[in-house]
């Protein structure tokens, strides 16, 4: 079955530096993969995916996230954070090959906190 | 844009209450999910719905049943609440033919007292 290990629960970055937030997988095949954010006390939004081709994937607000196959991760990243940023983030696994991979797995998510 | 919207943003019931939460979306997806969120467990699947009167349990359906009579309304019911039942849900929807890439709704905070 597939699984999400994301291996941080918190992390504090200072405002303008770089970020990345880890992300683990388990599945044998190439995987549907997702990162979500959400803000405190709201629904989850969409960074970005990846589906297939182009191992390097961008998303929005200035993220991106890179597919290693070798290493089954797929870290998100962020050249210089903003105080917004701070929130919880998501990694999700297309999951469920008898429904077409329409569910999806989700990590248990990483706190980001950011410090002035 | 897709919008997917829940009945209640918070929501306070009694132990023994049947309670509904409502799903709605306006994008003529196919599949609907109910999910719960709790702290340090992330999201856990509910109940999944792939058309109108179809659906499949998640991974943690006990307690819980669903209706879905339209496609674009998705119903998650409590049917006699508990404490343990109190959490953030959270209602996403999907096509069925561009991958599983799911849209949330706001979600509902539900406390049972």
Known sequence: ?116 | DVKVTQSSRYLVKRTGEKVFLECVQDMDHENMFWYRQDPGLGLRLIYFSYDVKMKEKGDIPEGYSVSREKKERFSLILESASTNQTSMYLCASSFQTSGPEQYFGPGTRLTVT
Do not use: M
Request: with cysteine.
């Open chain 1, 1 to 116: 079955a597939q699984s999400v290990t994301q291996p941080d629960i918190h992390i504090t970055v200072s405002e303008g530096a770089s970020l990345e937030l880890r992300c683990n997988y388990s599945y044998g095949a190439t995987p549907y993969l997702f990162w979500y954010v959400q803000s405190p006390g709201q629904g989850l939004q969409l960074l970005l995916k990846y589906f297939s081709g182009d191992t390097l994937v961008q998303g929005i607000k200035g993220f991106e996230a890179e597919f290693k196959r070798s290493q089954s991760s797929f870290n998100l990243r962020k050249p210089s954070v903003h105080w917004s940023d701070a929130a919880e983030y998501f990694c999700a696994v297309g999951a469920g090959v008898n429904t077409g991979f329409q569910k999806l797995v989700f990590g248990t998510g990483t706190r980001l906190l950011v410090s002035p």
